[in-house]
């Protein structure tokens, strides 16, 4: 039913050039090192790693007061602090590794999916550094990155299953190779940070006292603790679709009409804080977490009936920005627990965006030469790329029923 090895349509000229490094080092010195670059939104990370995943220094530039204070992200003001910035942080990773460029094996940097002009920005960059010092360029898709960054801190072998959760994402997976994917399910519209986000500005958190240097995600996190999501509870979206694609728009509209009626009960206008606040961001988070989790459910029991996950000891990869969620975290272990898998999460700071994460999967690909490209081949970026191959069709088809889980979850 499913296919034993993927082809991947967006492998950038993985046939052609299988692996590659300058004749001048030899194969032995060309797979010691390699500097990630990441770009895809609104962080500058880069970082140097050695092939057992050890971080020999890193640098992070974080946009994130900027875009607080502008209400969100603006591709073109991304754009230029990613061109300001990008040289500095490159440089503060070499030097607090200490390794000079001509030891480096490879440049493995983002190139797809993301934002187009931050992507432009890190891939024409990482390219100028790979042919100026004659090194192997290894382009990256961003979500194979963080599906694979738990490998970076703990041994897991393939195949798993991965929920990838972020500002602009959400898929399931089953991850069986470093290149090797079977999408299960996606985003239909946006994606649960985005989701978060939003509902924060509406909320406008950033006037809140404990919020107004949070992200939105952060901010609703920490303002449901306080909360009682049964006093404006919200359904699940997607009750009654029996397959493991997301949709959060819905949940969003239903959000704000909720807090349309609220204004008017307290008689209070849209840019003021609501005395129940609390609440709405309490039942807000266990719906995007029970979303999250009945679709993880329904993923894990058809991997289990098409044998795509070992019998022995299962493992669900949980990674993306959000899965720094703490709320979410205890969803899920709720369903692993049920379902007999084992939960794994990378710690915060390997969850959102970062140099790390690309390095390491830089190295993944150099074991296996996969991806190894010369300096002077022209890679293009790609706002919206695939990851694997697309069985959501099959899922869906499947039409599996879920048997009732209570989703109680500790706070």
Not at 34 to 54: F, K, P, R
Request: include cysteine; proline fraction near 6%.
């Amino acid at each position: 039913m499913f296919p034993t090895k993927v082809k991947s349509p967006h492998r950038l000229l993985h046939l052609k050039h299988p692996f590659w490094c300058p004749p001048s080092l030899g194969k032995a010195a060309c797979s010691r090192l390699v500097l990630g670059i990441e770009t895809s939104c609104d962080d500058t990370g880069a970082a140097v790693l050695d092939e057992t995943g050890q971080i020999l220094g890193e640098s992070l530039h974080s946009q994130k007061e900027v875009h607080l204070r502008t209400g969100g992200i603006i591709p073109t003001v991304a754009q230029q602090l990613h061109r300001e910035h990008i040289e500095r942080v490159v440089q503060q990773a070499l030097e607090r590794s200490g390794v000079e460029p001509s030891r480096l094996a490879a440049v493995a940097t983002t190139v797809k999916p993301g934002l187009a002009l931050s992507l432009a920005v890190g891939l024409r960059f990482s390219q100028t550094f790979a042919r100026q010092h004659n090194k192997s360029f290894i382009p990256i898709h961003h979500m194979e990155a963080h599906a694979l960054t738990v490998r970076m801190l703990q041994p897991v072998a393939f195949p798993f299953l991965v929920l990838l959760v972020s500002g602009g994402h959400s898929l399931l997976a089953v991850a069986r190779g470093v290149d090797d994917f079977l999408l299960l399910g996606h985003a239909l519209d946006e994606a649960p940070g985005d989701t978060l986000d939003k509902v924060a500005r509406r909320l406008s958190l950033i006037k809140h006292p404990q919020c107004s240097t949070l992200s939105g995600g952060q901010a609703i996190e920490l303002l449901a603790k306080d909360g009682d999501r049964m006093r404006v509870p919200f359904r699940t979206p997607m009750g009654q679709t029996y397959d493991c694609c997301f949709s959060f728009a819905g949940l969003r509209n239903q959000i704000n009409m909720m807090i349309k009626k609220k204004e008017a009960e307290e008689g209070i206008e849209q840019g003021d804080l609501l005395s129940c606040v609390n609440d709405i961001a309490a039942s807000t988070q266990h719906t995007v977490a029970s979303h999250l989790a009945k679709r993880t459910h329904r993923a894990i029991l058809f991997c289990k009936a098409n044998g795509l996950l070992p019998s022995h000891s299962p493992t669900l990869v949980l990674s993306g920005g959000v899965a720094s969620n703490q709320y979410i975290r205890k969803a899920l272990t709720i369903i692993t627990d049920t379902t007999g898998l084992r939960l794994l999460c990378p710690p915060a700071k390997f969850c959102t965006d970062n140099g790390v994460m690309i390095a390491w999967n830089g190295v993944e690909r150099l074991r296996e030469g996969k991806g190894i490209l010369p300096p002077d081949v022209d890679v293009s970026y790609e706002p919206k790329a695939q990851l694997g191959v697309d069985l959501t069709a099959e899922v869906k088809a499947a039409a599996i029923k879920l048997p009732s889980v209570r989703m109680k979850i500790p706070t």
